[in-house]
Nanobody, 119 residues
Framework: QVQLVESGGGLVQAGGSLRLSCAASGNIFRVNAMGWYRQAPGKQRELVATITSRDNTNYADSVKGRFTISRDNAKNTVYLQMNSLKPEDTAVYYC?????????????WGKGTLVTVSS
């Protein structure tokens, strides 16, 4: 099992910045990649950014150039630095940890942290 706890959400004005943190515990040695997803009201959950155990990163087109994902292995923590925030970034942000072994995929999720961007 892997436990994930997000923090850092809140209310910010458009153009502002926030940094989300995701602290991981448990069998984290099994994790191949971690990432952030978000879900806005009335919409499906979507990928924001991911980072692999080799520090390869991937971003949604909508956040490229504004968001940066990083990890601190010593602290077992993944961060999402969000700059130039827009009202459309308003959503609940979820931390994800993924374990892949051949065809077997296991996803772990945090409970989410709310980000609200006012115009």
């Amino acid at each position: 099992q892997v436990q994930l706890v997000e923090s850092g959400g809140g209310l910010v004005q458009a153009g502002g910045s926030l940094r989300l943190s995701c602290a991981a515990s448990g069998n984290i040695f099994r994790v191949n990649a971690m990432g952030w997803y978000r879900q806005a009201p009335g919409k499906q959950r979507e990928l924001v950014a991911t980072i692999t155990s080799r520090d390869n990163t991937n971003y949604a087109d909508s956040v490229k150039g504004r968001f940066t994902i990083s990890r601190d292995n010593a602290k077992n923590t993944v961060y999402l630095q969000m700059n130039s925030l827009k009202p459309e970034d308003t959503a609940v942000y979820y931390c994800n940890a993924r374990f892949v072994d051949g065809y077997y995929v296991m996803d772990y999720w945090g409970k989410g942290t709310l980000v609200t961007v006012s115009s």
